[in-house]
């Protein structure tokens, strides 16, 4: 079956380390995301690629990195200099930039212990 | 700036009564537009999309949706809602050389 794979499902991180959330899609589709979300406030925006080898800064990419070697796969490091980690973090992807809806994993809950 | 606007963050509704999720976009040229659903600690699923056509779109687990170029507003409706529709519920557009932008979403609470 085509999707999305986030892992781990659950991840728990001690203060001061940087912790990396796996996503990888078999849809073939070119453009992929990162999405924070916390209660309340929606989707957020970290990061989004819109092909493979590029990457760009979305709406709260401070204190994340990401890569994109490869058209199915998009990580993304949560850093020691992200203040407040603890979310729900969503990977999504789409066939193309625009015009277009986005297809999603089933997220990664991070939290700081 | 383009914005989608979710004006309901909760809507109480009974079981098998009728509900609409309300949501209005700003943009003075055309999109495209998404409902998608959240189950509780997971990903979200769309649920509908209007990309151009009739602007009474069907989509699954009984939900539609009137796109109303008008007024800018793409409404989620269900004629008779069950318990297992409680999610929450997030309306998206896209324009050329944007990616999605999302309303911050409905919290849909089915009373028994």
């Known amino acids: 079956d085509g999707g999305i794979t986030q892992s781990p499902k659950y991840l728990f991180r001690k203060e001061g380390q940087n912790v990396t959330l796996s996503c990888e899609q078999n849809l073939n589709h070119d453009a992929m995301y990162w999405y924070r979300q916390d209660p309340g406030q929606g989707l957020r925006l970290i990061y989004y690629?819109?092909?493979?080898?590029?990457?760009q800064k979305g709406d709260i990419a401070e204190g994340y990195s990401v890569s994109r070697e490869k058209k199915e796969s998009f990580p993304l490091t949560v850093t020691s200099a992200q203040k407040n980690p603890t979310a729900f973090y969503l990977c999504?992807?789409?066939?193309?930039?625009?015009?277009?809806?986005?297809?999603f994993g089933q997220g990664t809950r991070l939290t700081v212990v | 700036a383009q914005s989608v606007t979710q004006l309901d963050s909760q809507v109480p509704v009974f079981e098998e009564a009728p509900v609409e999720l309300r949501c209005n976009y700003s943009s003075s040229v055309s999109v495209y537009l998404f409902w998608y659903v959240q189950y509780p600690n997971q990903g979200l699923q769309l649920l509908l999309k209007y990309l151009s056509g009739s602007t009474l779109v069907k989509g699954i687990n009984g939900f539609e949706a009137e796109f109303n170029k008008s007024q800018t507003s793409f409404h989620l409706r269900k004629p008779s809602v069950h318990i297992s529709d409680t999610a929450e519920y997030f309306c998206?557009?896209?324009?050329?050389?944007?990616?999605?932008?999302w309303g911050a979403g409905t919290k849909l609470i089915i009373k028994p």
């Open positions: 999504a992807s789409s066939i193309r930039w625009v015009n277009t809806e986005a297809f």
């Open positions: 690629s819109q092909i493979v080898n590029d990457f």
């Open positions: 998206a557009v896209s324009r050329s050389n944007y990616q999605l932008i």
